[in-house]
Antibody
Framework: QVQLVESGGGVVQPGRSLRLSCAASGFKFSTYAMHWVRQAPGKGLEWLSAISYDGSRKYYADSMKGRFTVYRDNSNDTLYLQFNSLRAADTAVYYC??????????????WGQGTLVTVSS | IQLTQSPSSLSASVGERVTITCRASQGISTYLAWYQQKPGKAPKLLIYGASTLQNGVPSRFSGSGSGTDFTLTISSLQPEDFATYYCQQLESYAFGPGTKVDI
């Protein structure tokens, strides 16, 4: 069955960088687009980024452009999200999710359980 | 493209029919999905393409609409349906603010 396991979260100081990982299994990772979505404590869902099956197309929420980078390693079935210049407002649970298509359909049919990032000094 | 949802929360009883509305700031055809999220859990896809039920989702859930106005209907609310529901537009992928359904 499809499994998505996020890792890399934790407590990080403001201004620092962080990389989240999402290990995929149970499907052919290299043929599907993937997403990152976050949820601040007590708040709603916020779509962050998507990447096509081969990494050639990347999409970002306007508020994230320039600070976040999405990429993938299809040889290791892993999705990544690199953050720079973290702020307190980036404190959230970060989810990776699987798109039903290789190009980006836009919706997420499977989700990981999320990893918590806390930005605090 | 911005999404609004109404109501932001509602209280309902088991067996009741529940309708949640999602409105887009501009037309998005049927490029809309609905999710259910329970506390402490990842969201679950319910509906995509505005009205197509995801595999395994009970038939009491249904979606309708096109353009700017969409609805999610639960025909007979069950105890496991108490959750927060989000719409998502599939043009720029933003989510609506959510509707909390509680007892």
């Amino acid at each position: 069955q499809v499994q998505l396991v996020e890792s890399g979260g934790g407590v990080v100081q403001p201004g620092r960088s962080l990389r989240l990982s999402c290990a995929a299994s149970g499907f052919k990772f290299s043929t599907y687009a993937m997403h990152w979505v976050r949820q601040a404590p007590g708040k709603g869902l916020e779509w962050l980024s998507a990447i096509s099956y081969d990494g050639s197309r990347k999409y970002y929420a306007d508020s994230m452009k320039g600070r976040f980078t999405v990429y993938r390693d299809n040889s290791n079935d892993t999705l990544y999200l690199q953050f720079n210049s973290l702020r307190a407002a980036d404190t959230a649970v970060y989810y990776c999710a699987k798109d039903p298509l290789g190009t980006v359909a836009g919706f997420a049919e499977y989700w990981g359980q999320g990893t918590l990032v806390t930005v605090s000094s | 493209i911005q999404l609004t949802q109404s109501p932001s929360s509602l209280s309902a009883s088991v067996g009741e029919r529940v309708t949640i509305t999602c409105r887009a700031s501009q037309g998005i055809s049927t490029y809309l999905a609905w999710y259910q999220q329970k506390p402490g859990k990842a969201p679950k896809l319910l509906i995509y393409g505005a009205s197509t039920l995801q595999n395994g989702v009970p038939s009491r859930f249904s979606g309708s609409g096109s353009g700017t106005d969409f609805t999610l209907t639960i025909s007979s609310l069950q105890p496991e349906d108490f959750a927060t529901y989000y719409c998502q537009q599939l043009e720029s992928y933003a989510f609506g603010p959510g509707t909390k359904v509680d007892i």
